[in-house]
């Protein structure tokens, strides 16, 4: 097998070794996608020390099942919780682990980000008859557009500076979109609102939105620092919600509803991926997410 491993600030190498075989309870996958995730870039940004392993949204083939492992064969496709992932093969436990839809395509069939966002979305109260507002329109925000325009709001805004990601959210079931600029507009509008940003800004700028007794669900990966909530937040009755479970048992019922959708074509990856890189290339890969290159909304590595 060959894996990539963090060596020094921004820089990559690629390790050979002999593959392992799945312990109890575990199945081999062969990777066939895994996606690079803005909450590494850090590490990878920084990094200092010893050998450092990334990767932890899978998707790819189960080539070998474990001892007690049952209902898995060589050649299903999985996906799911599987660490670290910029590898060829990896071992995880087979409970971590769910089908791929027939009907979805290797590179787009990331669960693990996937059951992120619709955990947070059923931390809030149901979009269906409710005006809701996505703000951060990145790879996990166009995500939540598509959640939540299938439980049937009144009213779906998405909000982001970017053009290209705001056409993507009117082309995945928003209503409605525009710039964090003309959103200040409409503070107190929205009975939900479900913030994707990581940034101050945009926080702030989710709490402004919401209504008197309506919800605000923070489920952006907020790392660059501490973060203020205005306390008029709690004068107008607002809800504080937490987006993020660590909960295995939560994120895999997440992960199994948002496969649903993807299997019943109600949700989709597949325009949101928009750059692959090989495992060679993986230090390209996060690259991307520091430059923003035009049209960019998701990297994958891929086997080739």
Request: glycine share 12%; net charge negative.
């Amino acid at each position: 097998m060959r894996y990539a491993q963090v060596v020094s600030a921004g820089h990559s190498e690629i390790v050979e070794a002999a593959d392992t075989p799945p312990g109890a309870g575990e199945v081999r996958v062969r990777t066939l996608a895994s996606g690079i995730c803005s909450s590494e870039a850090p590490a990878w940004a920084r990094h200092e020390g010893a050998p450092l392993r990334l990767g932890h949204e899978l998707t790819g083939e189960i080539e070998a099942v474990g001892p007690g492992v049952y209902g898995w064969s060589a050649g299903d496709r999985v996906t799911g919780f599987a660490s670290p992932a910029f590898a060829d093969v990896v071992n995880t436990p087979a409970a971590a682990l769910l089908p791929v839809p027939a009907n979805v395509p290797a590179v787009a069939a990331l669960g693990e980000p996937l059951a992120c966002v619709v955990e947070a979305l059923t931390r809030c109260p149901s979009a269906a008859g409710r005006r809701v507002a996505v703000v951060g329109l990145g790879f996990m925000g166009l995500i939540a557009v598509q959640a939540v325009a299938e439980a049937g709001p009144v009213r779906l805004i998405g909000v982001d500076p970017l053009p290209h990601v705001r056409d993507l959210a009117l082309a995945l079931g928003a209503g409605e979109v525009c710039t964090p600029e003309e959103a200040a507009g409409l503070a107190g509008s929205f009975d939900v609102v479900v913030e994707f940003t990581g940034k101050a800004a945009g926080l702030k700028l989710a709490g402004d939105l919401v209504t008197r007794h309506g919800t605000l669900c923070v489920a952006g990966y907020h790392h660059d620092g501490p973060r203020e909530l205005d306390v008029e937040l709690w004068y107008r009755g607002v809800t504080i919600v937490n987006g993020f479970s660590g909960e295995r048992r939560r994120t895999m019922a997440a992960l199994r509803e948002g496969l649903r959708l993807m299997a019943d074509r109600r949700l989709t990856l597949e325009p949101l991926i928009t750059h692959t890189v090989s495992l060679d290339d993986v230090d390209r890969g996060f690259g991307y997410l520091a430059d923003r290159p035009a049209g960019f909304v998701k990297c994958v590595v891929t086997p080739e």
